[in-house]
């Protein structure tokens, strides 16, 4: 069974960093993409950002220029780099991984960030 494992999540002050990871195990093969979502109190999830098994990236435009997300494809963990942190990046995050183009995403259990103003 395919899992995925979050951590890196916490609380920091506004302009402050985090590096949450995750990790999907249960795998013997490349996730096709993985990536974060977010979801905040009273808000729809939304995506943060995703890479593919090759290497290109979707973000969006709220974190482009802040966060930077990479992928060690032979552990399939992703690393999701948040820089200059605001108060309105607080949510959720989420990992997701969509294993083949065909199949759900899957789902961590999420990690809460907190940015103090």
């Known amino acids: 069974q395919v899992q995925l494992v979050e951590s890196g999540g916490g609380l920091v002050q506004a302009g402050g960093s985090l590096r949450p990871s995750c990790a999907a195990s249960?795998?013997?093969?490349?996730?096709?993409?993985m990536g974060w979502y977010r979801q905040a109190p009273g808000k729809q999830r939304e995506l943060v950002a995703a890479i593919t098994r090759g290497g290109s990236i979707n973000s969006a435009d709220a974190v482009k220029g802040r966060f930077t997300l990479s992928r060690d494809s032979a552990k399939n963990t992703v690393y999701l780099q948040m820089n200059s942190l605001r108060p309105e990046d607080t949510a959720v995050y989420y990992c997701?991984?969509?294993?083949?183009?065909?199949?759900?995403?899957?789902w961590g259990q999420g990690t809460q960030v907190t940015v103090s103003s």
């Open positions: 249960g795998i013997n093969y490349s996730v096709n993409v």
């Open positions: 997701s991984a969509r294993l083949l183009t065909t199949t759900p995403i899957l």
